[in-house]
């Protein structure tokens, strides 16, 4: 047979020497026993070449004779042998390569054994350190599963627990909002009695309608009043711009504890596949895929983010409500003591007027008398005017009968000069009482015109305390607070 492609000439079939020579046998070399042996790696574990088994095999060497040892074969070839014995006589192998052939069977079959069984025990300790990783890094995994569920729990205490402090806090700015909305409206109310007040003092008479010190103060209480209306409602304006900034962090606390809530589950569900869940299966190069956008760090400093931005809206929150709260005193501690000093001046102006009508009413009540005593005086005095006309024409009717004496008889004697002067002397009596007279009823005049501006004044201070006592005081007798303001006069 040939062994691996190689022709193997039998030691006693070569050529024979010349005769008469006895030289010695050339000496044949042995034969180059080559080993060649390639080493097996597990695919996966050291390289990735194919298997091949310790093949032992010998490569003989075949020394040639050149020209000269084809004549010697030529020469020395052997008769022709049939070809029943050729097999016989030309054997191809010896018995030493027959013994070298068993003994490279044994060693090399030892061999294959020998690296056999090392393979089987090192696939063996390559399957139990394969093991020991595998469980090794999957324990790693449910470890490193369990401390991010844990991550994600603290997170989500966290957003939960910012979350409900900015929903209360979001209820507690509309619930300023409100009151401040509430006490602008209710503003109106005692802008409106200012006004009115302002209003019915518009409608004193004459020299009453004066600008006064409670006009004043009607005034500037309307001017706190407007006022007031427009700083709370720029400050409702603000609230309900921070209540948008409120809900876009509630809105972004919701949607990173849903992302949590839903990671969790996830994460949950991961941590919870075994070996021998239903669900698994194979999803070739699914490790090939990244399709994540962040890291721990910026994980965490999301959510971080989140809190803090609502932490600082919740600060806004805060720094409004304490505003509110501060404009609600100022506010009310300004609208109290202006409501205060505008009744005061209301009151002092009604004493004022109320004085000066009870100088007038005496004034008038003087003048009436003086009026009555006046009008007896003219009485009197015309009573002593007509009383004087008799004794005039008594003094006058004897001047005239005297005039009828005859003669001589027309003596200017002391009748006839106390006649004249008689006359005279009444005559010169009625001017003077005609004269106090027509005095007298000038002064009636008067004192009926003093009468008749003394009652139109007292008629103008009656209609100003009407005003001012009972249209406008009535209406200020109380502040009109309401629980929005939390004002309580």
């Given at each position: 047979?040939?062994?691996?492609?190689?022709?193997?000439?039998?030691s006693?079939?070569?050529?024979?020497?010349?005769?008469?020579?006895?030289?010695?046998?050339?000496?044949?070399?042995a034969?180059?026993?080559?080993?060649?042996?390639?080493?097996?790696?597990?695919?996966?574990?050291?390289y990735?070449?194919?298997?091949?088994?310790?093949?032992?095999?010998?490569?003989?060497?075949?020394?040639t004779?050149?020209d000269?040892?084809a004549?010697?074969?030529?020469?020395?070839?052997?008769?022709?042998?049939?070809?029943?014995?050729?097999?016989?006589?030309?054997?191809?192998y010896?018995?030493?390569?027959?013994?070298?052939?068993?003994?490279?069977q044994?060693?090399?079959?030892?061999?294959?054994?020998?690296?056999?069984?090392?393979?089987?025990?090192?696939?063996?300790?390559?399957?139990?350190?394969?093991d020991?990783?595998?469980?090794?890094?999957?324990?790693?995994?449910?470890?490193?599963?369990?401390?991010?569920?844990s991550?994600?729990?603290?997170?989500?205490?966290?957003?939960?627990?910012?979350l409900?402090?900015?929903?209360n806090?979001?209820?507690?700015?509309?619930?300023?909002?409100?009151?401040?909305?509430c006490?602008?409206e209710?503003?109106?109310?005692?802008?409106?009695?200012?006004?009115?007040?302002?209003?019915q003092?518009?409608?004193?008479?004459?020299?009453?309608?004066?600008?006064?010190?409670?006009?004043?103060?009607?005034?500037?209480e309307?001017?706190?009043?407007?006022?007031?209306?427009?700083?709370?409602?720029?400050l409702?304006?603000r609230?309900?711009?921070?209540?948008r900034?409120?809900r876009?962090?509630?809105?972004?606390?919701?949607?990173?504890?849903?992302?949590?809530?839903?990671?969790?589950?996830?994460?949950?569900?991961?941590?919870?596949?075994?070996?021998?869940?239903?669900?698994?299966?194979?999803?070739?190069?699914?490790?090939?895929?990244d399709?994540?956008?962040?890291?721990?760090?910026?994980?965490?400093?999301?959510?971080?983010?989140?809190i803090?931005?609502?932490?600082?809206?919740?600060?806004?929150?805060?720094?409004?409500?304490?505003?509110?709260?501060n404009?609600?005193?100022?506010?009310?501690?300004q609208?109290?003591?202006?409501?205060?000093?505008?009744?005061?001046?209301?009151?002092?102006?009604?004493?004022?007027v109320?004085?000066?009508?009870?100088?007038?009413?005496?004034?008038?009540a003087?003048?009436?008398?003086?009026?009555?005593?006046?009008?007896?005086?003219?009485?009197?005095?015309?009573?002593?005017?007509?009383?004087k006309?008799c004794?005039?024409?008594?003094?006058?009717?004897?001047l005239?009968?005297?005039?009828?004496?005859?003669?001589?008889?027309?003596?200017?004697?002391?009748?006839?000069?106390?006649l004249?002067?008689?006359?005279?002397?009444i005559?010169?009596?009625l001017?003077?009482?005609?004269?106090?007279?027509?005095?007298?009823?000038?002064?009636?005049?008067?004192?009926?015109?003093?009468?008749?501006?003394?009652?139109?004044?007292l008629?103008?201070?009656a209609?100003?305390?009407?005003?001012?006592?009972?249209?406008?005081?009535?209406?200020?007798?109380?502040?009109?607070?309401?629980?929005?303001?939390?004002?309580?006069?």
């Amino acid at each position: 047979m040939e062994f691996l492609g190689t022709t193997q000439t039998a030691s006693y079939c070569g050529p024979k020497k010349a005769c008469g020579v006895h030289a010695p046998p050339p000496a044949v070399p042995a034969p180059v026993i080559q080993e060649c042996y390639q080493p097996y790696y597990l695919p996966g574990y050291r390289y990735l070449n194919s298997w091949r088994p310790s093949l032992f095999y010998k490569i003989s060497n075949v020394q040639t004779c050149g020209d000269e040892g084809a004549t010697c074969r030529s020469a020395l070839r052997p008769p022709t042998i049939l070809p029943a014995v050729h097999s016989t006589l030309f054997c191809r192998y010896s018995p030493r390569d027959w013994d070298q052939s068993n003994q490279l069977q044994v060693h090399g079959a030892e061999a294959s054994r020998l690296w056999a069984g090392r393979l089987t025990g090192d696939s063996l300790r390559l399957m139990q350190d394969k093991d020991q990783l595998t469980r090794q890094m999957q324990e790693g995994t449910c470890r490193n599963l369990g401390q991010r569920l844990s991550d994600i729990g603290f997170w989500k205490s966290e957003l939960s627990y910012e979350l409900e402090r900015l929903l209360n806090e979001s209820h507690s700015m509309d619930a300023v909002k409100r009151r401040l909305e509430c006490a602008a409206e209710e503003l109106t109310c005692p802008l409106q009695m200012a006004l009115e007040c302002l209003y019915q003092r518009e409608k004193r008479i004459g020299i009453d309608l004066v600008h006064d010190n409670v006009e004043k103060n009607l005034i500037r209480e309307v001017d706190l009043l407007k006022c007031c209306q427009e700083q709370m409602r720029k400050l409702a304006q603000r609230i309900d711009l921070q209540m948008r900034d409120n809900r876009d962090a509630q809105h972004a606390l919701e949607r990173d504890l849903e992302d949590k809530n839903s990671a969790e589950f996830i994460d949950e569900k991961c941590l919870n596949l075994r070996n021998t869940s239903d669900c698994i299966s194979f999803f070739h190069g699914v490790e090939k895929i990244d399709g994540t956008i962040s890291v721990p760090e910026t994980w965490a400093k999301f959510s971080n983010d989140n809190i803090r931005h609502s932490q600082n809206t919740r600060a806004n929150c805060i720094r409004l409500r304490e505003e509110a709260q501060n404009l609600f005193e100022v506010l009310s501690d300004q609208m109290w003591k202006q409501f205060t000093n505008t009744n005061l001046a209301f009151s002092a102006r009604i004493a004022e007027v109320t004085d000066v009508k009870n100088q007038l009413q005496t004034q008038l009540a003087k003048t009436l008398q003086e009026i009555f005593q006046t009008e007896n005086t003219i009485m009197l005095l015309e009573r002593s005017i007509m009383a004087k006309e008799c004794p005039l024409k008594v003094a006058q009717t004897r001047l005239e009968c005297r005039t009828r004496r005859p003669n001589v008889e027309l003596c200017r004697d002391i009748p006839q000069f106390k006649l004249v002067n008689e006359v005279f002397t009444i005559d010169d009596t009625l001017q003077t009482l005609k004269l106090r007279l027509r005095e007298t009823r000038d002064t009636l005049h008067l004192l009926v015109m003093t009468k008749c501006r003394l009652e139109h004044e007292l008629a103008i201070k009656a209609n100003t305390l009407c005003i001012d006592k009972e249209k406008c005081m009535s209406m200020r007798k109380t502040f009109p607070s309401t629980p929005c303001m939390g004002i309580c006069p």
